[in-house]
């Protein structure tokens, strides 16, 4: 079965560190472009970050210089560090496989559960 | 940056409905649109891809058309499932969102 699993989240104080983990199943995250996927209390999608088959990274300007999206091929994982995190970085975190390229087949749509992550003093 | 936005903002239909929304870029994104379906609480469900193609095991109520700037979907016949927030992405250059347009029981 296609699957993504998150863990991580939390309550997070502003200005600390937070690192998310998206484990998949049923296809190789290596293989794919993998994202991170935002949500903020009663707000639209946002989209954070993106890794490339090749290793590549692109970022939303909301995020550069503060996140940093990986993979661990060997476990199949994807992975997201954030630093620096302020208030309104509050929001559930989705890990997806979404269109992001030309090369897109049916029945590729994948997304975690979400994860909660809540920054507050 | 590529901006996405979508109308209406709320849609107030009754069940058997046709219901139609619009998404629009600030420049052109040729034909790469995607279309999602989200519940409260839930992870979005993709729909459409490349504007008109429907994503595996979408019922066929739902179609996509558009290029360039100007997309839509449209739900021929809105069913009591379909009531639920919808989504337009733009992937021609990372990936934007629409605002999203809630499509509520009238």
Same mark, same amino acid.
């Given at each position: 079965?296609?699957?993504?699993?998150?863990?991580?989240?939390?309550?997070?104080?502003?200005?600390?560190?937070?690192?998310?983990?998206?484990?998949a199943s049923g296809f190789s995250v290596s293989s794919n472009y993998m994202t991170w996927v935002r949500q903020a209390p009663g707000k639209g999608l946002e989209w954070v970050a993106t890794i490339h088959t090749g290793g590549s990274r692109d970022y939303?300007?909301?995020?550069?210089?503060r996140l940093t999206i990986s993979r661990d091929n060997a476990k199949?994982?994807?992975h997201v560090e954030m630093n620096s995190l302020r208030a309104e970085d509050t929001a559930v975190y989705y890990c997806a496989r979404v269109p992001y390229s030309s090369s897109w087949s049916p029945g590729m749509g994948v997304w975690g559960q979400g994860s909660t992550v809540t920054v507050s003093s | 940056?590529?901006?996405? +936005?979508? $109308?209406?903002? +709320?849609? $107030?239909?009754s069940v058997?409905?046709?219901v139609t929304i619009t998404c629009r870029a600030s420049q052109s994104i040729n034909s790469w649109l995607a279309w999602y379906q989200q519940k409260p609480g839930k992870a979005p469900k993709l729909l459409i891809y490349k504007a008109s193609n429907l994503e595996s095991g979408v019922p066929s109520r739902f179609s996509g058309s558009g290029s360039?700037?100007?997309f839509t979907l449209t739900i021929s016949s809105l069913q009591p499932d379909d009531f639920a927030t919808y989504y337009c992405q733009q992937y021609n250059s990372y990936l934007t969102f629409g605002q999203g347009t809630k499509v509520e029981i009238k």
């Open positions: 079965e296609v699957q993504l699993v998150e863990s991580g989240g939390g309550l997070i104080q502003p200005g600390g560190s937070l690192r998310l983990s998206c484990a939303a300007d909301s995020v550069k210089g199949n994982t994807l | 940056d590529i901006q996405m +936005t979508q $109308s209406p903002s +709320t849609l $107030s239909a058997g409905d046709r360039g700037t100007e």
